[in-house]
């Protein structure tokens, strides 16, 4: 796992961004050009899955906050409860689940695999298309797209796919998401899976979000606001 400080001010607070497969920092950063945290928070993000443990660094630095929270978005939902982190008081899941790959509860299992097998700059393109919903909000996204090859990306997600066949779930990480975002119109985690996922946790359905759901927000403070 790689993991970038955006925000590190000594605050009291932190927030653990754990972004989508094939990310990388931006759109933590875009997010921050958007609307900053609030005053006291610090902000790291995380991606790149190929390792599934947060760096022991970052682990020993965490231990001097207060509180902890974490954002997830997509496979990053899980990847965060796969990372060794021990201390979360608040998280938020955003359009995924800790079964990532499965029938009733992820996705399927054909589409990962046809996913997988069929990456290329031009498949890329069209996979973009898709989580952002339209061309419009495709060219929105400009400015947060990954600096990252196909090649790194491919392996992040063979790296993915192996881990959750040979485990199954996430397991018992110690700590628990407090809510989740459903993006009526995601295409990745289709809503319906994601609900069956997320029983007995508080959902928040925004019916006109795609997988992408950061269009919806002005900064890390309204994102920040969803969480219970």
Not at 92 to 121: C, H, K, M, Y
Request: proline content about 5%; hydrophobic content about 40%; aromatic content about 10%.
């Amino acid at each position: 796992m790689k993991c970038e400080w955006i925000v590190r001010h000594g605050g009291r607070d932190v927030v653990l961004f754990f972004n989508g497969w094939g990310m990388d920092s931006r759109i933590a950063r875009w997010l921050q050009q958007q609307g900053p945290l609030p005053g006291g928070v610090d902000l790291l993000s995380c991606h790149d899955y190929r390792e599934p443990l947060l760096p022991l660094r970052h682990r020993q630095q965490l231990e001097a906050y207060e509180h902890v929270t974490v954002v997830s978005w997509s496979l990053g939902v899980a990847a965060a409860q796969q990372s060794g982190l021990e201390r979360v008081d608040r998280a938020v899941a955003f359009n995924g689940t800790l079964q990532p790959v499965g029938r009733e509860r992820g996705i399927l299992p054909e589409v990962f695999q046809a996913t997988l097998d069929n990456w290329s700059e031009e498949n890329r393109e069209r996979f973009l298309r898709r989580i952002c919903g339209s061309r419009q909000q495709r060219a929105l996204f400009q400015s947060a797209l990954p600096d990252r090859g196909i090649d790194d990306q491919k392996e992040e997600l063979q790296a993915l796919q192996q881990r959750l066949s040979e485990n199954g779930t996430t397991g018992d990480p110690g700590w628990e998401y407090t809510c989740a975002v459903i993006g009526g119109k995601d295409m990745i985690f289709l809503p319906a899976a994601q609900k069956a996922a997320w029983e007995g946790v508080r959902l928040q359905v925004e019916p006109s979000m795609p997988h992408v759901p950061w269009f919806a927000f002005r900064g890390w403070g309204e994102v920040l606001a969803c969480i219970c």
